[in-house]
């Protein structure tokens, strides 16, 4: 469990964690974090001319990064986010995209339905929604997890010698400002407030019975640490990646790690 920190590193780490399950340095991980500041994060392929259009960015009062993964904006800071690393190996779905995808987002329904929410996936999408839209929580994607039909979170996905990222939130309080479109959050749902410890615990106690698994608290490695670090310096707080998302930004191979 990471608690809380700045964008930077949220991306960096969870790359770093990619980066050292596909390397077989590691047992597959469950993330569970948060963001301070709060914060803007965008897809891998959006153009910095849709993130500059949010006034609190560019008025340079809120931090932003790019992720690794695709989908739209997002808005970071009345969340919980989430990730999970593991080989294709370790899921009955793991060659496929979509199947991977409901696989590895199973412990969420489970977690929801912990709760008392009727959680389910979004078939098709939702003409209601504007599909043109650059803001994640205004559109629903097939792959989207609902709750009691209402989107209040996402997930994408990177794969990377037969590996794969899937990481993705949960908003915890809302209605909250994803730039000018307002979405509930979980404690609006739920009529009480369901703040972040409660939630990690729901998460984990989820993740455990879903995939009978058991989890073993642990901070990162020294060689995820000192990859997440190279990976802030010279991929995640950079002009070259931010802005122009210039795929050699950041490239694991310029540094010397060993674990």
């Not at 080989?87 to 995209?97: A, I, K, S, W, Y």
């Not at 078939?123 to 097939?142: H, I, N, Q, R, S």
């Amino acid at each position: 469990m990471s608690g809380c920190q700045d964008p930077y590193m949220n991306m960096s780490m969870d790359e770093a964690l990619l980066e050292s399950v596909s390397k077989s340095h590691a047992d597959p991980v469950l993330r569970i974090y948060g963001w301070f500041p709060h914060a803007i994060s965008y897809g891998r392929f959006q153009d910095i001319s849709e993130v500059m259009e949010i006034g609190a960015v560019s008025a340079g009062r809120m931090p932003f990064v790019r992720r690794m993964t695709g989908g739209s904006i997002v808005y970071h800071g009345t969340d919980i986010s989430y990730s999970v690393c593991c080989r294709q190996e370790d899921l009955v779905h793991g060659d496929n995209v979509k199947g991977s995808f409901m696989e590895l987002g199973s412990f969420l329904k489970a977690a929801y339905q912990n709760l008392g929410i009727d959680g389910h996936y979004s078939v098709g999408g939702d003409d209601k929604y504007t599909k043109k839209t650059t803001l994640c929580m205004a559109k629903k994607e097939e792959h989207d997890l609902l709750a009691n039909g209402l989107k209040i979170g996402g997930s994408s996905q990177r794969r990377r010698r037969s590996c794969i990222l899937q990481h993705g939130f949960i908003i915890l309080d809302g209605p909250s400002h994803c730039a000018s479109y307002r979405c509930p959050g979980l404690s609006q749902i739920m009529g009480y407030e369901i703040d972040f410890f409660r939630m990690q615990d729901v998460l984990i106690q989820s993740f455990k019975n879903t995939y009978n698994v058991k989890l073993l608290s642990a901070g990162p490695t020294e060689y995820e640490m000192k990859t997440a670090d190279m990976l802030i310096a010279k991929k995640y707080s950079t002009y070259e990646w931010n802005y122009q998302g210039k795929r050699n930004a950041g490239n694991i191979k310029e540094a010397s790690l060993a674990k």
